[in-house]
């Protein structure tokens, strides 16, 4: 036979490497995704591929089984079970039911008004990426055991923690159809430990798909939360990916589709249509049990189980008594996140059918069809949602369907579902129609937890009859099923924060970036372009990043100088803000770093508060962007997690105050706006040498080396990026992870040096603490009146031209077209790399007087490249 994967591995040079029965689990694919150009397709998922329903429902079953061995009955009577969605939801239920007394939940993308989040996650590589926790009994993750349950091929990392009944002793169960990164998984018990923290966690996927460096990965994430974690897998292997294969793959897919003429065509080929005229859909009254919600949403407790399972023969009698007895091979099609429902109609119908019964579900992940059988996704259909998505309209996708020779289709859907989309011209139906002699519909209620129903604007009355007959190929009034409610104002889905490794070269615990990941979106400009733009005022600076500055072997050994002879000042400067920060905002604060220049500072902080406090201070980086304001979505996910009033901000450092002021004057707009209340607009930075903020560890301008770099010195993080094509309404601000600079990254050195001296300036930092915290800290702004007089005398007349301190010198060096450097009369090292730089860019250096700052940097006024030459050199003017 030939492989399902032959045809992307003989074109990319993709290899599946594992054991026996690795190819046959799994297929390759391709897609349209930024972030991942392959997919694996599973072939027991019953996702992409119609496979037996029993085939299906028995791996995930099986593998529940093998967890339950894992644990020991008592162990899995305390065990509470999680899927990923929306591929792995009836996965996991499945295991579930295969560990027997386990209640499920399962992440889900649809909010549901009046039910309270109980966490939520990213998955970067996903083509949606926000999940949402959502379980109507609030104790479910809590490791409640009482609450919960109310009547070894294993990879073993960590150690059981102490013996004993208590909440943290129940188990949870995280299931996905495949761990590679384990990005996703782990992100997700770390985020979850943090509020719930348990002695125990098992990982279940159908493949092991994790890369040898990855696989050291999970013992180290155990020791880091102090837990057991437990990885239990159907099979084990790896996928090799060529360099540029992301590039390479997408190139695939543009050329592929363009032959094809996929442009706005319903598949990849073209499959002949059923013969015979299409017939009207039936609508199949399933009796659904009353109080047994339609999957894991919400959770699916065993006492739901049991009465489903008694409920199924007859529900598939009656799907089975509207086939026609002529059909011999009928598909049991699923919708997106529904897909333990109709897996369990699909089992019971093959127990009551001689016909060959199959089961998949549709999808919101665009894959590229080939018609080869070396291919795993042959044919495709497409179709509009038919749900009013939280996430807009959009397409949707039903895989290896059209031209597989179905005599019939049912289709099941869950009551939210059921809508004039699902029977419009172009919708589910009529693209089912001509590919099968008879479609059916059955509708399984949307359930609502009671909760829930009051903060509803109120459920349709109107009736539907249990039978109804709807023609495919025309559109009709769809009548709003009894057990759905009325489309509702519904909670934004905000990710949670990205961490390191995937993102930054930060420890995971270090930092939590309240950004997107925008590293593979080509974002850099020359600078000399974007100094044109930006004046011009073609375009704002933080559409666009300037070329990450590569600095030479000269300018790297003036950096290690410069630290080794600052870092006892930069550690007294770290002591001094915390301990200010704790006195004055109480003993747990909440940093939150203006990305990315306050990061490498509240690290440091976090470092200090544990290093002389023994606590672990939670630690967050948001974007500000000058004349755009704070990240209002990052407000929003702090003020849903912690208490705003705990929240500190924190910078590298103060020139003029503009961030200062944009900060307090976008809060302001922001609780107007959205009704929070509780956040301080004040900054806590380690030098304030503008006299800008009352909290600050020296109001001296001296070399802080975290500013020589960008972003190798910064978790290789980039600039933040707000630009409305990529940052929609309810995203967080961008950011790029330069993961091909790890070879110059000095991120860890500049923060271990800097925490080497934590012990030796103690005293010091004791004495600066206490004197600042009698002292009349009020700001002065002494620097921002330097600036405008800075700005009038050299001509410039614009303030935000002028750069102030040692800091902000260096950035228009670095980023911007320098005209001059204005240099306090007798400043000595702290200037070399300045003096370095300017040489390099031509930029003169002028010594002046009376300069209440080491020195200023002045970018050039009415920039454009005919002004100052091609190259960006800055060039003598009067």
């Known amino acids: 036979m030939v492989w399902s994967g032959s045809w992307v591995a003989e074109r990319l040079g993709v290899e599946l490497v594992g054991d026996a029965e690795l190819r046959e689990l799994l297929g390759l694919a391709l897609r349209r995704n930024p972030k991942r150009a392959h997919l694996l397709v599973s072939h027991v998922l019953g996702k992409h591929v119609p496979q037996y329903p029993s085939v299906v429902y028995g791996a995930g079953f099986q593998l529940g089984r093998r967890v339950r061995d894992l644990l020991g009955e008592a162990g899995a009577r305390h065990a509470v079970v999680l899927g990923y969605a929306e591929t792995a939801t009836g996965l996991g239920h499945a295991v579930a039911d295969g560990l027997g007394t386990a209640p499920y939940l399962h992440s889900t993308r649809r909010p549901v008004a009046g039910v309270a989040r109980a966490g939520g996650f990213e998955e970067s590589h996903s083509h949606a990426t926000s999940h949402l926790l959502l379980p109507e009994d609030p104790d479910l993750l809590t490791g409640d055991v009482a609450a919960a349950h109310p009547a070894d091929s294993v990879d073993s990392a960590g150690a059981a923690g102490p013996a004993g009944a208590g909440s943290a002793d129940a188990v949870l169960v995280l299931v996905d159809d495949e761990f590679s990164t384990g990005n996703t998984v782990l992100n997700t018990i770390r985020a979850l430990h943090e509020r719930y923290p348990r002695n125990r966690y098992v990982i279940v996927a159908l493949a092991d798909m994790r890369s040898p460096a990855d696989r050291g990965r999970l013992a180290e994430f155990a020791a880091e939360i102090g837990a057991r974690v437990d990885l239990v897998a159907r099979n084990a292997g790896t996928v090799r990916l060529p360099d540029g294969v992301l590039k390479k793959g997408q190139a695939l897919v543009a050329a592929e589709e363009a032959a094809q003429g996929l442009a706005q065509s319903a598949g990849a080929a073209a499959p002949q249509p059923a013969s015979g ?14 109080g047994v919600p339609d999957g894991g949403r919400h959770g699916f407790t065993p006492e739901h189980r049991a009465r489903l399972e008694a409920a199924l023969p007859a529900m598939a009698d009656r799907i089975a008594a509207e086939l026609d007895d002529t059909a011999r091979r009928v598909l049991v099609l699923g919708f997106e996140e529904l897909m333990y429902a109709p897996l ?3 089992t019971a119908l093959e127990d009551r059918l001689d016909a060959e019964v199959r089961y998949s579900t549709t999808t919101r992940s665009p894959v590229l069809a080939v018609d080869d059988p070396g291919y795993a996704i042959r044919t495709r259909l497409v179709f509009p949602a038919h749900d009013d998505p939280a996430d807009g309209p959009g397409a949707r996708y039903a895989y290896n369907v059209a031209g597989a020779g179905f005599d019939a289709v049912v289709a099941v859907v869950d009551s939210t579902a059921d809508t004039p989309g699902l029977h419009a011209p172009d919708g589910l139906l009529a693209r089912l129609a001509p590919h099968t002699a008879q479609v059916l519909l059955a509708v399984v209620p949307s359930y609502i ?3 829930a129903i009051p903060a509803m604007s109120g459920p349709s009355t109107a009736s539907v009859p249990s039978t109804a007959s709807v023609p495919s190929t025309a559109s009709v009034p769809s009548p709003v099923p009894s057990s759905a409610p009325d489309r509702q104002e519904e909670p934004r889905m905000l990710p949670e924060p990205l961490r390191g490794p995937a993102f930054s070269s930060y420890a995971p615990d270090e930092v939590g970036w309240l950004l997107q990941d925008l590293s593979d979106t080509e974002l850099e400009a020359p600078t000399e372009e974007r100094e044109e733009a930006i004046q011009s005022g073609g375009a704002h600076y933080a559409e666009s990043l300037p070329v990450e500055y590569q600095p030479s072997d000269q300018y790297q050994d003036l950096f290690k100088a410069a630290l080794d002879l600052s870092a006892g000042r930069i550690a007294r400067a770290v002591g001094a803000v915390t301990e200010t920060v704790l006195a004055e905002r109480g003993p747990r604060p909440v940093l939150v770093s203006l990305a990315r220049a306050g990061t490498p500072v509240g690290v440091l902080m976090r470092r200090w508060a544990r290093h002389r406090h023994g606590v672990d201070l939670p630690h967050y980086a948001v974007s500000i962007v000058r004349g755009r304001g704070i990240d209002a979505n990052a407000l929003r996910w702090l003020a849903a997690h912690h208490n705003p009033a705990d929240v500190v901000f924190v910078d590298g450092w103060t020139g003029k105050g503009a961030i200062t002021r944009e900060l307090a004057a976008a809060i302001a707009e922001f609780e107007e706006a959205d009704g929070t ?9 380690l030098a304030d040498p503008g006299g800008c903020v009352r909290t ?10 975290s500013a020589c770099l960008n972003s190798t010195v910064s978790g290789l993080i980039s600039r933040t990026v707000l630009r409305s094509d990529l940052v929609g309404p309810d995203d967080f601000h961008g950011a790029k992870f330069y993961r091909e600079l790890a070879g110059s990254d000095v991120s860890g050195h500049f923060l271990d040096t800097v925490a080497d001296r934590f012990g030796e300036v103690a005293d010091a930092v004791d004495a ?3 004197e600042l915290l009698t002292a009349d800290r009020a700001p002065t702004w002494e620097g921002w009146a330097a600036v405008e007089r800075i700005s009038e005398e050299y001509g410039i007349h614009d303030v935000n031209l002028v750069k102030p301190g040692v800091g902000e010198t260096t950035r ?11 240099a306090k009369r007798g400043a000595g090292a702290d200037l070399e790399h300045i003096r370095l730089l300017a040489e390099q860019r031509g930029v003169p250096v002028e010594e002046v007087d009376d300069l209440p700052y080491t020195c200023v940097g002045l970018i050039h006024p009415k920039y454009t490249r005919g002004a100052t030459g091609a190259d960006g050199k800055a060039v003598e003017s009067k």
């Open 344 to 346: 369990r109609l699909g």
């Open 277 to 290: 005229a299409p017939r009207p859909c039936t609508r199949v009254d399933l009796r659904w049990p009353a």
């Open 677 to 685: 209340e509780g956040f301080n607009p004040e900054i806590a930075v």
């Open 768 to 770: 600066d603490a206490k």
């Open 449 to 451: 937890p009671a909760d």
């Open 696 to 705: 600050y560890g020296t109001r001296e301008d001296f070399l802080i080396p």
């Open 812 to 822: 228009v060096l670095l980023r911007r077209v320098p005209w001059k450097i204005l």
